[in-house]
């Protein structure tokens, strides 16, 4: 069953290494070798995590003579932004925010002395 493009986007985010892999490819392109350096794991496990990132939309890896390189494609991100933007109302009104509960409460004129229990 093929999942819906916002599905694939999210399942590949929802894997700490395929986000530490996203957030390095935010300074450009680079090669696979360089981004499984910070991983203690094989390089098939790191090209498995870029083909999930590749189906995703999230990354393209090309061919330029001897090195491959992977370039992020922020595209299938805007539209996890515009359904989490959509979610954006009910924290915003949430009633425990600090900022409201301080909004809420009553200050004391300066100079006043402070009340103890």
Known sequence: MAADPLSRTLSALADPTR???????????????SLALPFEMSAPAVSKHLRVLERAGL????????????????TPLRAVAEWIGDYQRFWEQTP???????????TAPKGSPRRTR
């Open 19 to 33: 986000r530490a892999i996203l957030a390095s490819l935010q300074s450009g392109a680079t090669s696979v070798k």
């Open 59 to 74: 990354i393209t890896r090309g061919r330029e003579a001897q090195w491959r390189p992977c370039r992020l494609e922020a």
């Open 96 to 106: 425990d925010r600090p900022d409201a509960y301080l909004a809420r409460v009553p």
